[in-house]
């Protein structure tokens, strides 16, 4: 029988777990979904362009650095139902494991 410290070690090692800076990155991605979307196809034709320059509402910046941008789009399209494979898989590359995956995606949906 596994000790009450053997089970605990063990469960921590099955939890998935993001660095205070990556949970901020999932919230702010949630909210820029819930918002206005954060798909950016309607900026790109000429009827969400002028819409973007009448309303003086500005196009959601990148963030500065590619990991992070990588999850914040990851949590968009999972909001938004698009896939998500490529991302998964630059996820993937940047170190995520598939259980850290897994979470953000049900967590965003």
Known sequence: MASLAQTSSQN?????TLSALEWKVVSLAMREA??????DGLSRSWLGR?????SGAAPK???A???????????CRVRGRADVSD???RLTEFGYSQ???SAVAMLAR
């Open 34 to 39: 819930g918002e206005l979307g954060c798909t």
């Open 50 to 54: 002028f819409v973007r320059r009448a």
């Open 12 to 16: 921590r090692k099955a939890v998935p």
């Open 65 to 75: 650095d590619p990991q992070l941008e990588t999850l914040r789009r990851f949590v």
């Open 61 to 63: 910046m990148p963030l």
């Open 87 to 89: 991302l998964s898989n």
């Open 99 to 101: 259980n850290q995956i």
